[in-house]
């Protein structure tokens, strides 16, 4: 092996490690996982063109709770992670909470949310992070009631709309469980290094 493949081996290794010990994946999936339980729970995706205050508050709280975890959890190990922007994506999110209510109302709050989670896991370096994001903004656009009134028209929105309250529960469970498997794995990684 060469000495850039062991160098690149090395640095990946302790970005790895890094990661583990800050917990970044399960962190940031138990939060997406419980903002789509919360959505869920809520009937959001049942709404047709309201801008919501509680749809706003939930993307803003969201992004708010993994920033406040992250920075509490990087403080308690002593690891940072530096410049990833989580602190700016919910003071924005908090600032501009008008914005985020109207964008919640045309695009669905899941898909806020999920864009937000594509940014955060594109910076962290998460590929599980970036494409639950991903697969979360595809999937709120394909729920967003507005959007769904505006294109398809209103008797079938009716239904789709009913489809995706019942679907938002299982995708909520989905994530939690990629969340708690992101745990275990962090677990193993912290382990296997104190070992």
Same mark, same amino acid.
């Given at each position: ?13 302790? =970005?790895r490690?890094? !990661?583990?010990s800050?917990?970044v994946e399960?962190? @940031?999936?138990?939060?997406? /996982?419980? =903002?789509?339980?919360t959505? $869920?729970?809520s009937?959001?995706? @049942?709404?047709?063109g309201?801008?919501?205050l509680?749809?706003?508050?939930v993307?803003?709280?969201?992004? &708010?709770?993994?920033? $406040? ?6 403080? !308690?190990? +002593?690891v940072? %992670?530096?410049r990833? %922007?989580?602190? =700016?994506? =919910?003071v924005?999110?908090?600032? +501009?909470? +008008?914005?985020?209510?109207? %964008? &919640?109302?045309?695009? /669905? ?6 864009? +937000?989670?594509?940014?955060? /896991?594109w !910076?962290?370096?998460s590929r #599980? ?13 394909g ?10 028209g ?8 009913r ?8 995708? $909520?469970v ?5 969340? /708690?498997?992101?745990?275990? #794995?962090? @677990?193993?990684?912290? @382990?296997?290094?104190? $070992?």
């Amino acid at each position: 092996m060469s000495t850039t493949q062991q160098t690149y081996w090395t640095e990946s290794s302790i =970005a790895r490690a890094v !990661r583990s010990s800050r917990r970044v994946e399960s962190t @940031n999936l138990i939060v997406i /996982g419980l =903002a789509v339980a919360t959505v $869920a729970a809520s009937g959001l995706t @049942n709404e047709i063109g309201t801008a919501s205050l509680f749809a706003g508050v939930v993307v803003a709280a969201t992004f &708010s709770a993994v920033w $406040a975890v992250t920075a509490w959890r990087s403080w !308690r190990t +002593g690891v940072r %992670g530096v410049r990833i %922007g989580y602190g =700016a994506l =919910a003071v924005a999110s908090v600032l +501009g909470l +008008g914005y985020v209510m109207l %964008g &919640s109302a045309v695009l /669905g709050p899941l898909t806020i949310i999920g864009a +937000g989670f594509v940014l955060i /896991g594109w !910076r962290e370096q998460s590929r #599980r992070i970036w494409i639950t994001g991903s697969v979360l903004a595809v999937y709120g656009i394909g729920t967003a009631p507005e959007l769904l009134a505006r294109y398809v028209g209103f008797d079938t929105v009716e239904l789709v709309t009913r489809i995706a309250t019942v679907t938002t529960g299982p995708v $909520a469970v989905l994530v939690l469980a990629l969340g /708690g498997d992101s745990f275990l #794995r962090e @677990n193993r990684e912290i @382990n296997s290094r104190a $070992a």
